[in-house]
């Protein structure tokens, strides 16, 4: 079953301002990550946050996640036509060889020249 | 090299054809998943490997069958296929056997017709 649950379910924006990305979930998570697939290709992997973090940067992704109201959220700061694709958050649950990572519905997010 | 190939990209087979897919990666990964897409869906996990043991099928049906030969490789063996399987079949990877401790890496998928 999906876990993760992004909003909104699309975005459109202008070419250089930001976008803000929210991701809500149910269970206890040992993490959460957030991936990017353009259409029709494979997800690449953006950032990858611990349950014992709070916000997370990388380039220009911001990520936070607060574990008390079981949500994460992905800023994207300066966007470019080329942010353009379906972004997923991913929560990673389960012990051993049970754990796994289970997707939300994803994002479209379209950046206009 | 930290890329997965997937072949082949595309395929299309009839509902009595046998066919497979094949994953593979060099990055020394000792996790190696399938994941079944359909278009404007998240991805849905189908077979976990870890140690190139099946640790985790998520209730698939038997037309679908793994194989994992080698840590490097891994296939997906598809017989008497129904049309609604059709779809985008992403392989991924990823470090250790603890599948969610770490990043995974995705292959760029096999689109899946079935006529």
């Known amino acids: 079953s999906q876990q993760g649950e992004e909003d909104p379910q699309a975005l459109s924006i202008q070419e250089g301002e930001n976008a803000t990305m929210n991701c809500s979930y149910k269970?206890?998570?040992?993490?959460l990550q957030w991936y990017r697939q353009n259409s029709g290709r494979g997800l690449v992997h953006l950032i990858l946050i611990r349950s014992n973090e709070r916000e997370k940067h990388s380039g220009r992704l911001r990520v936070t996640l607060d574990t008390s109201k079981k949500s994460s959220s992905l800023l994207i700061t300066a966007s470019r036509a080329a942010d353009t694709a379906s972004y997923f958050c991913?929560?990673?649950?389960?012990?051993?060889?049970?754990?796994?990572?289970?997707f939300g519905k994803g994002i479209t997010l379209s950046v206009r020249p | 090299d930290t890329e997965v190939t997937q072949t082949p990209k595309h395929l299309v087979m009839g509902m009595t054809n046998k066919k497979s897919l094949k994953c593979e990666q060099h990055?020394?990964?000792?996790?190696m998943y399938w994941y079944k897409q359909k278009a404007k869906k998240p991805p849905e996990l189908m077979f976990v490997?870890?140690?190139?043991?099946?640790?985790i099928n998520e209730s698939v049906p038997s037309r679908f069958s793994p194989e994992c030969p080698n840590s490097s490789l891994l296939n997906l063996h598809l017989h008497a296929l129904q049309p609604e399987d059709s779809a985008l079949y992403l392989c991924?990877?990823?470090?250790?056997?603890?599948?969610?401790?770490?990043?995974?890496?995705f292959g760029p998928g096999t689109r899946l017709t079935v006529t």
């Open positions: 269970t206890s998570i040992n993490n």
């Open positions: 490997y870890s140690y190139e043991k099946l640790s």
């Open positions: 990055m020394g990964h000792r996790a």
């Open positions: 991924a990877s990823s470090h250790q056997g603890l599948a969610t401790s770490y990043e995974q890496y």
């Open positions: 991913a929560t990673a649950g389960g012990t051993g060889a049970n754990s796994k990572l289970t």
